[in-house]
């Protein structure tokens, strides 16, 4: 009876004591909870510092991407909705005046990629799901830049030899797709510019060792969207040989038929991009097929591509004939005057021949700004 008493007593204080102990933890906790809710700055404040971050803060904004999560889980909410946020911040920013999508904004390529990377960490499937809008609010490059700077922080999948990460590989969907539909497009209809941006082998130029990394990921991905592409190319085909020559038959001829080499894929992807590229060549909305084919006369300084313009000028200008033309353009519509990004530089680099261009860069830069801030007023 006393040993039992002795027990009961000891039960008691020990269940006293985990109850004790359990009250102070949850009551640390909040305390905790409390005191990080404090450090966290508010909603309002980090979404403004998300639409005045400049895009060389790629630190910065990483950082803001945390907080945003923090500020979530302290505000008990899902952290996606608070993130949804930064995405939508992300993209008002990178809109721009040639995009398909509506508004304007400043054209913020690198941003939009840091936020997005940033997001990646906490939530993949979130971006996996907005992806097809980048290139209606951007540009198929930003996809394309996207996927070499996350497959570049995947040491398995950047040395060739680990499976592309969860995002990369919905790009890589991405690009076979749209390059799959450009292919099946009727003659005469405009195919996207998948083509023109999709990665390949020869997409970055230079001896350094940082330029053969980098055509070491576009050769990876250039794989990868090949594969996908032909893959559902041959599975079609092959559907169509089952019905036609009966089910056993058809899987005989699938099965002799085996899958490309490496060698024969990358000819048929190069002659998949050639072909479209040449379209969009054709119909004035690419330059550099055209001046490898010297066949300055089919540019149409009106429709293509300002950037290219501008990066092609001094080969544009060399020609007397071709140089007359352009400036006739000029004359006549803004639309055939190359962008500008840097005055300073633009200024410094030309001849005489492109000091004459510069007014007139400068004039539509000033134009276009007006108009992007007109836009955001309203």
């Known amino acids: 009876s006393l040993r039992l008493g002795r027990a009961m007593l000891c039960m008691a204080a020990c269940a006293s004591s985990a109850g004790g102990s359990e009250t102070i933890t949850i009551a640390r906790q909040a305390s905790e909870a409390a005191s990080e809710a ?105 996809l394309a830049l996207l996927a070499e700077e996350l497959l570049a922080d995947d040491d398995s999948a950047a040395s060739g030899e680990g499976e592309l990460p969860f995002i990369v590989h919905a790009i890589v969907d991405c690009f076979a797709e749209a390059l799959a539909h450009d292919e099946a497009l009727p ?18 130029a230079g001896g350094g060792r940082e330029a053969q990394s980098a055509r070491r990921l576009a050769k990876i991905l250039a794989d990868a969207i090949a594969r996908r592409v032909f893959s559902r190319a041959a599975a079609g085909e092959a559907s169509a040989a089952a019905e036609g020559e009966g089910g056993a038959a058809g899987k005989r001829k699938r099965e002799g038929n085996g899958e490309l080499g490496k060698d024969a894929l990358r000819a048929k992807y190069r002659k998949l991009r050639a072909g479209l590229n040449m379209r969009l060549a054709e119909a004035g909305h690419l330059l550099e097929p055209l001046l490898a084919a010297k066949r300055l006369d089919a540019i149409d300084f009106k429709k ?26 000029m004359a006549a519509s803004d639309k055939a005057v190359p962008d500008i990004t840097d005055i300073v530089q633009a200024a410094a680099e030309g001849g005489d021949d492109e000091l004459e261009l510069l007014p007139r860069r400068i004039s539509k830069a000033i134009a276009a700004l007006k108009a992007a801030r007109e836009q955001l007023q309203a």
């Open 38 to 142: 404090n450090d966290v700055p508010p909603l309002d404040d980090l979404l403004v510092a998300l639409d005045v971050a400049s895009r060389e803060e790629t630190a910065e904004t990483e950082q803001t991407i945390l907080a945003l999560v923090a500020r979530a889980k302290a505000d008990g909410v899902e952290p996606r909705e608070y993130l949804a946020l930064a995405i939508l911040i992300a993209f008002r920013r990178r809109n721009h005046a040639a995009s398909q999508a509506q508004g304007m904004g400043a054209g913020e390529r690198r941003l939009l990629r840091t936020v997005l990377r940033a997001i990646a960490a906490h939530d993949p499937a979130a971006v996996v799901l907005i992806l097809p809008l980048i290139p209606l609010y951007g540009s198929w490059k930003d």
């Open 187 to 204: 003659e005469g209809e405009l195919p996207s510019s998948a083509a023109k941006y999709a990665p390949h082998e020869g997409r970055h």
């Open 304 to 329: 293509a591509p300002k950037g290219a313009l501008a990066k092609c000028r001094k080969a544009l200008l060399k020609d007397p004939e071709t140089a007359a033309r352009w400036k006739k353009a």
